[in-house]
């Protein structure tokens, strides 16, 4: 094989992946949001068979409809879960931000031999099941659990604190589940900046404060960025912490995803509001890649 084939292949193989993994389970769901509920296995119709021939497919094709997502489009419990979805990840990885950016810059301020040992301390928890993390917090936030004992035995609150069940409950499983990913982005930024920059300008009479805010930061941008999506994303999504930690009236678009799916078997409903929330994700990203493209084509 020749040099040049050898370079086509491997930039090749990057878009099979992304073909096989990404594009056709995507296709499979967008195809059941076109579908339509049914008692049978699997729980929608028409399903396409190689059986069937080309006609047999342009009349199936046929029966597709965009019905499923006029259902979501004029039922308000679909339209709530997506604002509160949207909602909760925004206030959560604003918290995690406020929360990851000191403990980052410190990590990066540390000296050298002890930043590999912060590092794993924030991996750490990684190590243990999130499953069995998202319990430990049912025992903590619980009226008779950990926080409520030391604070009554503290003297701090003459009844316990009804955080359980509650949606501060599912932002203090958020941030403390996703905290490293906003860390690592931002460690990985601070740590490659170049410090010169911030002792020329203590030797030019700026403020540590305002040399933070004029370069520590608009360099950290796009560790900021970073952390910012991978927190958004997967919260916006998130089953598991609502279901464990949230009450219910705690509403959030991957549990009712996961009650449609499961418990309802409505499979084509449920892939339309997947579709829905794949483009609501997937949109920001997609107009940020495009201006820091422009961007880098405009500094050229």
Same mark, same amino acid.
């Given at each position: 094989m020749s040099e040049r084939a050898t370079r086509r292949t491997i930039i090749l193989v990057p878009y099979l992946w992304l073909a096989v993994f990404f594009l056709v389970p995507f296709a499979i769901v967008a195809k059941m949001s076109l579908s339509q509920v049914a008692t049978a296995i699997p729980p929608y119709t028409p399903v396409f068979g190689l059986e069937d021939g080309p006609a047999g497919w342009l009349a199936k094709a046929?029966?597709?409809s965009l019905d499923n997502y006029a259902v979501l489009a004029g039922d308000r419990l679909y339209i709530d879960a997506f604002l509160s979805s949207i909602r909760i990840a925004l206030i959560g990885t604003a918290i995690l931000l406020l929360v990851g950016y000191p403990m980052a810059h410190a990590m990066a301020r540390a000296p050298e031999r002890w930043r590999p040992i912060l590092v794993m301390a924030v991996i750490l928890p990684f190590w243990t099941s999130f499953l069995i993390r998202v319990y430990a917090w049912i025992g903590i936030l619980k009226p008779e659990g950990l926080l409520n004992e030391l604070l009554l035995g503290l003297g701090l609150i003459g009844a316990p604190l009804q955080i359980a069940n509650t949606e501060t409950a599912v932002l203090i499983g958020v941030v403390y589940s996703y905290l490293p990913f906003m860390v690592l982005p931002l460690y990985a930024?601070?740590?490659r900046m170049d410090r010169t920059?911030?002792?020329?300008a203590a030797d030019l009479g700026c403020p540590p404060w305002l040399a933070f805010w004029r370069i520590t930061v608009p360099l950290s941008l796009p560790g900021i960025v970073a952390g910012c999506f991978l927190c958004f994303i997967p919260i916006t999504g998130e089953v598991v912490i609502p279901d464990l930690l949230g009450g219910s009236d705690t509403l959030?678009?991957?549990k009712?995803?996961?009650?449609? =799916? =499961?418990?309802?078997?409505?499979?084509?409903?449920?892939?339309?509001v997947a579709v829905v929330l794949l483009v609501i994700l997937v949109g920001p990203i997609m107009v940020y890649q495009r201006q820091q493209g422009r961007q880098l084509e405009a500094g050229r």
């Open positions: 046929r029966e597709l930024a601070l740590e920059l911030l002792e020329a959030m678009i991957g009712t995803l996961w009650t449609e =799916f =499961f418990s309802n078997r409505d499979w084509p409903v449920a892939s339309a």
